[in-house]
């Protein structure tokens, strides 16, 4: 009848007790068995990892040493550039100053016979008038253009002898002015910018002669003679 349970065949039984049979004498490792292997693997791998972190660690070791020279000699040779620069500046002003000393120094002549012809004529026609007034134009327009250029005259009498400023030409005696006193300019001397263009011709003092000391110690004298006369 078809409403019947069909009974579990024996047959099948067995042979699924005799096929776990044959797995366990078989020796296949079963789910538990490989848990060493995975613990090897997994120190083995923890190993590799320690190995390269210290390989990476060595690199950056020595990159960082490398970027700490590179970075020195950048800095040695921004400070040479640097240096460079400034001197170069400094050089290029000073041949900038000897050029415009060099130069300016051939037109003060020029300067000193318009000054010399000022301080001479004294002219009295109509026409000397106006051919002094023409000089005195001329003047003027060379004087100005030596001020903006940065050209200034000395002013010499009666200040100190300064052999970086003056030239002394001559010495005398003076019961007026004081020793190593400049007493007259003998020819004007000119600074550009602070910097001395031409040196200024100058007299100088000596401060009183020996005639002033004898004279003051002559009374004296005098009276040390008489007094020995009259003993």
Known sequence: MSGEATPFPQDLSAEADSLIQNLDQSGV???A????????AAAGAETDAE???????AELETLRREHETLRGQYMRIAADFDNFRKRQSRDQEDL???IACSTLSEILPVVDNFDRARQQLDPQSEEALGLHRSYQGLYKQ???AFKQLGVAPMRVEGEPFDPNLHEAVLREPSDLVNEDLV???LQRGYQLNGRVLRHALVKVSMGPGPG??????SPAQDGTVGGEESS
């Open 96 to 98: 900038r100053l000897q």
């Open 51 to 57: 190995s390269v972190a210290q390989r990476l660690s």
């Open 29 to 31: 490792d079963t789910p």
């Open 212 to 217: 002033a000391s004898e004279g003051a110690a």
């Open 142 to 144: 060379l004087v100005d």
């Open 183 to 185: 007493i007259e300019e």
């Open 33 to 40: 068995d490989t848990g060493a292997p995975q613990a090897a």
